[in-house]
């Protein structure tokens, strides 16, 4: 493979990562091991489009074996039957582990997916250590309810009969997780550190664009020695390949994913077989709500921010602002006005003043245009932004903040996953019709609303059909806050206590005394 020309000031540990010769292996069992078909896919930097790395294109097969190493680990119990108190020891040690390894973690990332490597160690890399840490918690605190019952006995009820009843909450075996490169080691971390608390083991595949962080995370927590081979295992490859075969193997126990809606629906499809429990964290389409009441600039700043961060790759996107029209001009002025002033650049540039990378990979940039000139030709106007530029290898689109748009229009019906902001002046009192706009979309993931008003802010908190309703701020998230879909947005929720429902099954036990 070719050397990588490295002209950014990388940690050593980045360097020795990513320079080698030899592509990233699987990890199965243990061991890092080739694909069995020998083949690999390249990984690029997405500012230059230059090759930073090959890896191992794993298949059926090897997904197979890695399956069979999760099974068995599962039934000897080396993980799933620990104290959970050694469980959450070992969960603590390795989100001290990983937080020792941020600089490089968030280096790694950056170069990965395009994204800001100070956002990166800054949101990235820290939440993810402290979901690890959240879930250390969560080891010891999976509790089942001992339940007072009527108890039918032979069709008879028997109110004196003497039965005590009790749910066991116990790990619902080997799960596979199937995640995106928007946030690649927070993903991961999403994943794996729940099912872990929960005593599951785990069959992982990250996103073939951004495969890296998910692989240097486990040579990590590899090194470290706690966890009993089999646990953990990590095939990279290309989602028909190596996706496919964990949503249809018939021996996991339960498949977790995130992504887009349209691969959420074939993994629902394929789980049929073995009716694998599933639970999807899938697109967005957030509305940004601003009421007359509330204070602007803030909300000018929390707008911006909720669309622009991670270069609108998230999920929760606050992508449809519906800006009240006594303050629609104000609003939609400051976003542009932010807009035009984001510097764009290489992620790793950061510290020369570069605020948002590039777009993940090409084919995201050319989706991404495709919608803006969709969105041109179907009439709204462009009030920033709009253009983009990929000749010299990067995929970079700059803000974009459109008006005279309207919810007929397919880039205000469709997940954009870039930098760009439709708006729509409400021209309504009336908090149901306001509510019915915004949940005028097939997505329901997250919402903001901005206004002073406390009754309004509550009123439409309850109004919006969606998994996460922010009040005065955008994208905030917290490990111990349930998030997740409503509608086409997905099913199941990650992180806090309802997360564990996603990795258990309850089981009810009753005794005849
Ligand atoms: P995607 O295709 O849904 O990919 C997500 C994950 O699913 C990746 O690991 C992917 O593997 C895998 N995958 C793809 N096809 C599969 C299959 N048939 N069976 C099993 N797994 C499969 O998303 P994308 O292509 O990366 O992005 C497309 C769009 O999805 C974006 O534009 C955005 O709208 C949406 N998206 C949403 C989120 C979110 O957080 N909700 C995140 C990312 C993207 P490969 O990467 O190897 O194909
Ligand atoms: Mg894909």
Redesign the pocket.
Known sequence: MEALKIDYDLNTNVEKFIVTNQAKQLFINGNWVDSKSGKTFDVEDPATGKKIASCAAGDEKDVDLAVKAARNAFETGSWSKMAPNEKGKILWKLSDIIEEHAQELAQLEALDNGKSVVVAGVADVPLAVDLFRYMAGMATKLEGQTIPGSFLVNNTLSPGAQFHSYTLREPIGVVGQ??????PLL?ASWKIAPALAAGCTVVL?????TPLSALRLTEIINDSGLLPEGVLNIIT????E???P??SHPDIDKVA????????K??TK?SAGNLKKVTL????KSPAIVFPDADIDAAIQGVASGIFFNHG???CAGSRLFAHEKVYEKVTEGVAEIAKNIKVGPGMHDKDGSQMGPL?SN??YE?VVGYMESGKNDGAECLVGGTHDNSKGGHFVHPTVFSKTNADMKFVKE???GPVLTTQKITDDDLNNIASEANNTEFG?AASVWSKDISTAHKMASKIKAGTVWINCHNVFDSALPFGGYKQ??NGREMGFECMDNYLETKAVTVNL
């Open positions: 199937i995640i995106p490169w928007n946030f993903m595949k990250p996103a073939e664009q490859g290309l989602g028909e190596a996706g496919a964990i949503a994913f995130t992504g887009s809606t349209e691969v959420g074939l993994i394929a964290e899938l697109g967005g790759q998230t999920c993940v084919e995201q989706k997940e954009i996953f993931l947005s997905g």
